[in-house]
């Protein structure tokens, strides 16, 4: 077996920037060389997360609409009484979605649905530049 590590480059607008990544990892996995095996996307940090989601406006304004209820800005949040950073939502929202996806491939293909494509969203309350770790690992 073979494992590649690779990065991806990002910079957000922060506040639940949702982004497309799909084609960035479709990419690295056609140029690992590797024929089958598995990608994991992973974001290093505490406020962005990786999932699959229809990317399309309707879908995106429904998730960020949920969070918005389930963890709103502004509440009473001990992490924000502790650091004054006014983020808490955003570790709070990184850990329900989560730091990682694994996508199986095969035939340097990326098994996904038809409207399937993997995003980043960054949660924080600021713009960053993000690095997403792609490891892909096969045969």
């Not at 991806?8 to 920037?17: I, P």
């Not at 995003?119 to 530049?129: G, I």
Request: with cysteine; glycine share 10%.
């Amino acid at each position: 077996m073979t494992v590649k590590t690779c990065e991806l480059k990002l910079s957000t607008r922060g506040d639940d920037d949702t982004i497309d990544i799909t084609d960035s990892v479709r990419q690295l996995v056609r140029e690992s060389g590797l024929r089958e095996g598995t990608v994991t996307v992973f974001v290093p940090g505490s406020t962005g997360g990786v999932t699959t989601i229809e990317f399309e406006p309707g879908v995106i304004a429904d998730l960020k609409g949920l969070l918005d209820r389930l963890i709103p800005r502004g509440s009473k949040y001990k992490h924000d009484l502790a650091w004054g950073d006014g983020n808490a939502h955003s570790h709070i929202r990184a850990a329900l979605i989560g730091p990682s996806l694994t996508v199986p491939f095969s035939e340097r293909s990326l098994i996904l649905g038809t409207w399937q494509q993997i995003v980043f969203l960054d949660f924080d309350n600021r713009s960053r530049s993000r690095n997403i770790t792609v490891q892909i690992m096969g045969e």
